[in-house]
């Protein structure tokens, strides 16, 4: 099998605009990211420049959107980003944003994708790590009717129904079978919501970045001639209409299922919280930035409980293979330099050795008295000499 080696932009790159929910003009810049670092953000606009790691355990919201966040300092609507870094193959990069919120742009991850392939992408000496779980996961909301679930399968894929009981989207699917296309077929797709829900929106003091060049409004009902002129005061318009389709009089779609398609975008943004490129089969049902980081949690703590490494099984009581006496025959250390006195076991994977401390040791009274820890760098010596 080939070994895909990790990417990371090969420059910066600049992108400015309005965030939707703040209404306040941002600026970030992508930049290239060591191996293994993943993505991070950090807020350039406050004193300490704090960092913030995208991964599941810092996500404090999915309210309209999915935030991250750390002693207070919250970054938001990042799922647009994350999703074309995914799309384009990238694993690490570094994210300046001297504001609270990504910007929205047209509301798809169109411009951060043409932001990175103008910068270009840079491979690094350093294998791709990917998640293959060998068997099915489902996580699901009954109360919400939706699910999401992997499949073992050889490439990364994602499959997407949405069922709003809307007379002007009714049932629609998305799929994306390969992530190599995701450019094409999924990056344009912009963000909607329903025309109903602009003004509780609004009451929450949310979309105040909102318009009708970065969002598609969609229209389930006959609107009378004053709500659209109200609509178009609020959009700063001369005038809004609706088009057959139902959508509100901005951009005609990019694809009769776009917002099944921008769904999908969001469930690939949302899963790159999980801090590693998937191989496997996604479907999700009617998902939502919940649903998704739920999902991303789940997957991200299976992940875990597997690589967590566990201390070996012992038995102190058994006749050691080596003594102390026959240790110092190897190891030119001796007392207080030499941290092995036991070895128990030996074989080509592992070896045991033992060290006895007691709670009067001399090294102990200088680190942490009240509390005493055996000191790290006296440990990798210990598992030096052992190795040794």
Known sequence: MKIAYQRTINKEALVKGIGLHTGQTVSIKLLPGKANSGFIFQRTDLPEKPCIKALTENVVSTNRGTSIGKDGVIIST????????????????RIEINGAEVPIMDGSSKAFVEAIVKAGIKTLAVPRHFIKLEKRVLYENTEENTSIEYIPDDAYSLEV???????????????????????????????????????????????????????????????????????????????????????????????????????????????????RPLIGKII???????????????????????????????DPDIKP??????????????????????????????????????????????HFPNEPVFPGVLTIEAMAQTGG
């Open 161 to 275: 129904k949405i069922d709003f009981n809307s007379t002007q989207i009714g049932n629609q699917q998305a799929t994306l079978t390969e992530i190599n296309n995701f450019v094409d077929e999924i990056a344009p797709n912009r963000t909607f919501c329903f025309l109903h829900e602009l003004e509780q929106l609004s009451k929450s003091d949310l979309i105040k970045g909102g318009s009708l060049s970065n969002a598609i409004v969609i229209a389930e009902r006959t609107v009378p001639d004053e709500e659209l002129k109200r609509l178009a005061k609020l959009f700063n318009k001369e005038e809004v209409a609706v088009r057959q389709e139902g959508v509100l009089n901005n951009t005609k779609l990019n694809f009769p299922n776009e917002p099944a398609r921008h769904k999908l975008l969001d469930v690939i943004g949302d899963l790159a919280l999980i801090g």
């Open 78 to 93: 990042i799922e647009h980003l994350l999703a074309a870094f995914t799309g384009l193959g990238i694993d690490n990069a």
């Open 321 to 366: 293979l080596l003594t102390v006496e026959q240790i110092q025959g190897y190891l030119p250390h001796r007392h207080p330099f030499l941290l092995v006195d036991k070895i128990l076991t030996l074989d080509e994977n592992a070896i045991v050795g033992i060290k006895n401390i007691t709670y009067d040791e001399y090294f102990l009274k200088g």
């Open 284 to 314: 999700a049902n009617r998902p939502g930035h919940a649903t998704n980081i739920n999902f991303a949690k789940k997957i991200r703590q299976m992940v875990q409980n597997k690589t967590k490494a566990k201390a070996p099984v012992y």
